[in-house]
């Protein structure tokens, strides 16, 4: 789940999210859609007046075909900084209910990288609203990841197997179910995976299997599974897993996020699967900080990331 700041109601009746009952949010996002950002210096614009190193990154938007219908990414390359020889396909957060390309989470961090020599392609997903729930989003991130290995020296400069997988919040959740799958379906897998305050079992909170029906957090859970099932399906919840098979794994929690026990225990998992995993303790930081461009700790962060992607 992003962190982005809370629409606060206003003239025009748009909510604060943050204060709505979970099904409430839900329905109201369903009939409305998701309102935009009412941060007026998180657009493109606005990030290159505040980073002007970001001024030489090019985007292009395309559209994948997936099994549910057209994924939107976003490709984003800096011709004048040094190639790096590796590249990221990058999945935001958002609660598996919002979030888009548009979000600092996705295109601050993705310039980012891209300005640093590692060439991004952003991908967004369908949301858990009315009636769509796993494994849509996850067959989403699968189209995508595909498309993006098939074409990846078009649209990132690099060999397939340059290829790194991540994704914050939710977005770490599809990530990690996508390796899972690939996996399981004994196709290729990223050269490596990189998870930012991820969410990996049923509970965020505990780092477990076990959920509270009436609690928030839970409430998003079932939502996003959409069955009592898939609340047990590794796939959905790549924690669930043993962790076998993974591909050399990052993962960056926060000091102060209630989700920090998923991305801890995932870790602990790796670790006895015999996986090469780092996990990386953002000391004061919380949850969602990607989505604060110029915020200390996202600036961490993404040095955190870059340093291990320039490791594989």
């Not at 002007?52 to 990154?57: F, Q, W």
């Not at 967004?124 to 990846?152: E, M, N, Q, T």
């Not at 919840?237 to 209630?258: N, Q």
């Amino acid at each position: 789940m992003s962190d982005s700041p809370a629409v606060e109601a206003d003239s025009a009746g748009l909510p604060d999210f943050r204060r709505m009952p979970v099904p409430e949010a839900i329905r109201w996002l369903t009939e409305h859609g998701e309102p935009a950002d009412p941060r007026t210096d998180v657009d493109t614009a606005s990030l290159v007046r505040r980073f002007p190193h970001l001024a030489d990154v090019e985007t292009e938007d395309r559209r994948v075909d997936g099994p549910h219908g057209p994924v939107p990414i976003r490709s984003f390359r800096d011709a004048t900084a040094t190639p790096t020889g590796r590249a990221l396909v990058w999945v935001h957060g958002g609660a598996f209910i919002g979030g888009n390309l548009d979000m600092p989470e996705s295109n601050w961090v993705a310039r980012e990288l891209a300005a640093r020599g590692i060439p991004v392609v952003s991908v967004d997903y369908a949301k858990c609203l009315g009636d769509v729930h796993f494994p849509v989003p996850s067959d989403d991130v699968i189209a995508a990841w595909r498309f993006v290995a098939d074409a990846a020296a078009d649209l990132a400069g690099v060999a397939p197997e340059s290829l790194v997988l991540g994704g914050a919040s939710a977005g770490g959740a599809l990530a990690a179910g996508a390796v899972t799958r690939l996996r399981d379906a004994g196709d290729p897998l990223p050269a490596g995976l990189v998870l930012v305050y991820p969410v990996l079992h049923p509970n965020w909170t505990e780092g477990s299997e076990s959920i509270d029906p009436a609690s928030p957090t839970s409430q998003l859970t079932l939502n996003y599974a959409g069955s009592e099932a898939a609340l047990a399906d590794p796939h959905a919840f790549a924690g669930l897993g043993d962790g076998h098979g993974f591909p050399p794994t990052s993962i960056v929690v926060c000091e102060r996020d209630e989700l920090r026990p998923s991305g801890e225990r995932f870790a602990a998992t790796l670790t006895t699967a015999g996986v090469d995993v780092r996990l990386h303790v953002e000391t004061g930081a919380e949850h969602g900080h990607l989505d604060h461009p110029g915020d200390a700790g996202a600036l961490r962060t993404l040095k955190t990331v870059e340093d291990w992607i320039l490791e594989r």
